[in-house]
């Protein structure tokens, strides 16, 4: 079974949730019509806390974490094959998507309730959520900058969107500090941050194909495994 597919449905699944959410959010009036991504007029959990926003944001990011869990497994199996030597850091991999997508089930279930421990709760689990699916992605791209099999061109990009993510990390700091605008800047940082980490997996799944990464199953014996070709 070709597994492109499985990372390119991780790709859709959070951006189509909060889309969806988003004009949803629109549509019923919580939130003004704009571009978020450039003019930052909503927090993307704004987007998706009231009514049928709300019901759309859970309905697919839920199913959503437990596909993430998914993913970092079958990450986890690939980097294991393609990495023998850095057996370590592929458990750091595994462990920290595990972990972000645990804690993005705490921010989901959470989010609309009311109440000052919820919205504690909500903030934890996005916090713990972004910051460990990042470190888990930039571990990723550490382990495949080294492999030859993935082309110049694969690897270059990997590197960029590494780039992109740490510059927009360190933009956002002395936003923190802004009175006035940087509320719509921190917005907007947000959803183009949560984009690019959702594009992540679709880079994967490109590196997936490249190597003939695989899940295998045999009728003979009930077995089923995973392997790059």
């Not at 690939?78 to 993005?104: C, E, Y």
């Not at 989010?111 to 460990?132: C, D």
């Not at 605008?181 to 980490?197: K, R, S, T, V």
Request: aromatic share 12%.
């Amino acid at each position: 079974m070709d597994l492109r597919w499985y990372a390119w449905l991780t790709v859709l699944f959070p951006v189509a949730a909060v889309h969806l959410a988003y004009l949803a959010s629109i549509t019923q009036g919580s939130v003004e019509a704009c571009i978020p991504y450039w003019d930052g007029c909503t927090s993307i959990s704004r987007a998706g806390r009231h009514g049928l926003a709300n019901l759309l944001f859970k309905g697919l990011m839920l199913p959503h974490a437990a596909q993430l869990m998914g993913f970092w497994l079958l990450s986890w199996a690939w980097l294991r094959k393609l990495r023998p030597d850095a057996d370590r850091r592929t458990h750091g991999v595994l462990a920290l998507g595990v972990i972000a997508a645990a804690f993005l089930v705490l921010y989901a279930s959470f989010l609309g309730a009311e109440g000052e421990t919820y919205r504690w709760l909500r903030r934890y689990g996005i916090n713990v959520f972004f910051s460990f699916s990042v470190l888990a992605q930039m571990l990723v791209i550490a382990l495949l900058t080294p492999v030859p099999v993935l082309g110049a061109g694969l690897r270059t990009a990997m590197l960029s969107f590494a780039a992109a993510l740490l510059l927009l990390g360190l933009a956002s700091l002395p936003l923190r500090h802004f009175a006035g605008g940087a509320d719509h800047a921190m917005n907007a940082l947000e959803w183009i941050y949560a984009l690019l980490m959702a594009i992540f997996y679709g880079l994967i799944g490109i590196a997936w194909g490249v190597t003939g990464y695989r899940l295998e199953a045999s009728t003979a014996t009930g077995t089923s495994g995973s392997k790059p070709l």
